[in-house]
């Protein structure tokens, strides 16, 4: 999950271009590379002109759905159809976020694109064209939460994977914060708002119709789409299972260290916060809102007492009929096998950015900096147990394994359970415990490693990963078990020992490090110290 510091400061979720405003245009990027030949994509909109790399057809920047300027809180509408081909060379814009920090792990994958509220706009890589291939279709969800990012990253690059296990990829631009999901038809009785708490997932909705009417000519298996998602990107692979337009659209999920969304905002909160967005904006109608200037919201938004970093899904009794893994896992996606998992330290990125004194706590300093995620769960047994089960730890790594577990693990565990249980299709865990050895190796298994490896993109991510022979091993692992299980819905190779299923019984679990394990219960210890906290995240 790339880009914004202060997003990953705010709620522990961090994301991670030129297009042109005419309706028939597929991107507005720079000037043509020389290539060896030039690929052309008759999609159900229009023609559209790519690239070649190492034998893989990329078409950056292609125009699914239209702007979205001027139909601000609505559902995307269809493009105007064109009939010249354009150039798909570039990405395309960024949607409306706001400014953030630079984070160093991630400089290898930056690739901030201009922003504008005609952003709905998608990246395709492919062997083949038209020619009758029933490839895997896996396509990506950014991180960012529900606030920042975009499918531009350099990480998310598709070449190498799409290349390795003859796959098509598809990265998209969908709509963020109150673009895409602040609910104003709590304010409005225009029927045209009803929506609105959920017109980003819509976005991705119509992105994955997209895929589905063009699959046969990106050379993919309308029958067999993965969707997958880091942070922010993994809640929306969530989100997705129980959203009711989205099924039929994909055929397995995996989402990585962002089982947040086992519950979204109900209407009471969600109206709340448009209310008080509202309020800020000093506008008198939710029109009035609408119609203002992209930077004026944005500016309204950072004003209202949330800082406009407060955005989820809405059950709104249309699209989101419930909570899509609360209390249990939704009917909806019963036959969907889930790939699950998170990283052994994840929050030693965010909270060690937040503030790296978290890297040299004191034992006395522990139990007020544990409070946030405790949800006021008395300290002293769970430190207590921690340093029991964690001799060899200090008083920051017992920070970092609480508040990791309370942020993620627990989560995922939970989404693991749920899913399990309601029977239907099988559901795999994994953990990944290789260490970066980046800044002296303080990072760990730090929050967002595991792209460069599901994307092969070692090369692409130096400032993550390092280099050397060690990050390649954890590329071929784990790149190779996502592409099995976009294939078949397993991620058996044989590179890794035999993986069984996820239940609550033995809670089977591999860890990805040089050598691959599998592991019953990995996280017994925190996960029993730590069951009396309440469902969701700490601060």
């Not at 091993?473 to 819905?489: E, N, Q, V, Y």
Request: overall charge neutral; glycine content about 12%.
């Amino acid at each position: 999950m790339i880009g914004n510091v202060r997003h990953l400061v705010l709620i522990g979720s961090l994301a991670l271009g030129l297009a042109a405003c005419a309706a028939p245009t597929a991107n507005g990027g720079g000037p043509r590379p020389a290539v060896d030949s030039t690929p052309l994509l008759s999609t159900s909109y229009g023609p559209v002109r790519g690239q070649r790399e190492d034998g893989v057809a990329i078409f950056k920047g292609v125009r699914y759905a239209a702007s979205t300027e001027g139909y601000r809180f609505q559902p995307a509408r269809a493009p105007q159809p064109w009939s010249a081909p354009v150039d798909a060379l570039d990405y395309g814009n960024d949607c409306p976020q706001a400014d953030g920090g630079d984070v160093p792990l991630f400089t290898s994958w930056a690739n901030d694109r201009p922003r504008s509220e005609d952003c709905l706009f998608l990246n395709v890589w492919t062997r083949g064209l038209g020619d009758g291939g029933k490839r895997p279709i896996m396509v990506w969800l950014h991180g960012g939460g529900y606030l920042a990012g975009s499918g531009s990253s350099h990480g998310y690059d598709g070449v190498r994977l799409a290349n390795r296990g003859d796959v098509v990829v598809v990265t998209i631009n969908h709509r963020l914060n109150g673009f895409g999901h602040l609910y104003v038809a709590g304010l409005s009785g225009d029927a045209k708002y009803a929506d609105s708490g959920n017109v980003g997932m819509l976005d991705i909705v119509r992105a994955l119709e997209w895929v589905r009417d063009n699959a046969a000519a990106i050379g993919g298996d309308a029958g067999n789409v993965t969707i997958f998602g880091e942070s922010g990107g993994a809640a929306k692979v969530s989100t997705l299972m129980g959203l009711t337009p989205a099924k039929g659209l994909f055929h397995r999920a995996i989402a990585q260290s962002g089982s947040m969304s086992l519950a979204g905002f109900e209407p009471p909160l969600a109206t709340g916060i448009a209310k008080d967005i509202l309020a800020a904006s000093g506008q008198p109608t939710v029109e009035a809102l609408a119609a203002m200037p992209m930077e004026d919201f944005i500016a309204a938004m950072r004003k209202s007492r949330t800082r406009g970093g407060l955005f989820q899904p809405v059950v709104d009794g249309r699209s989101l009929p419930r909570h899509a893994f609360t209390p249990d896992a939704s009917p909806l996606s019963r036959n969907i096998p889930l790939l699950v998992g998170t990283n052994r330290t994840e929050m030693r990125l965010q909270a060690g950015l937040a503030d790296p004194h978290n890297f040299d706590l004191s034992w006395e300093e522990l139990p007020a900096r544990l409070k946030p995620f405790l949800g006021g769960v008395d300290a002293a047994p769970i430190i207590a147990g921690m340093r029991q089960a964690f001799p060899a730890s200090d008083a920051s790594d017992i920070f970092f394994h609480v508040a990791t577990h309370r942020n993620y693990r627990k989560t995922a565990i939970t989404q693991a359970e749920r899913k399990s249980q309601a029977g239907g299709a099988p559901v795999w865990m994994y953990r990944l415990d290789w260490a970066t050895p980046v800044d002296g190796g303080k990072w760990q298994s730090p929050h967002a490693l595991d792209i460069a490896f599901v994307f092969d993109n070692v090369a692409k991510s130096l400032s993550m990963t390092g280099s050397g022979p060690e990050q390649q091993k954890l590329a071929d692992l784990m790149s190779d078990a996502w592409i099995a299980f976009a294939r078949t819905g397993n991620p058996q190779t044989r590179a890794l020992p035999q993986w069984p299923t996820y239940d609550p019984a033995r809670r089977a679990t591999m860890i990805f490090d040089v050598t691959p394990r599998i592991v019953d219960d990995p996280d017994g210890a925190e996960r029993e110290l730590l069951a009396t906290l309440p469902e969701g995240r700490g601060r």
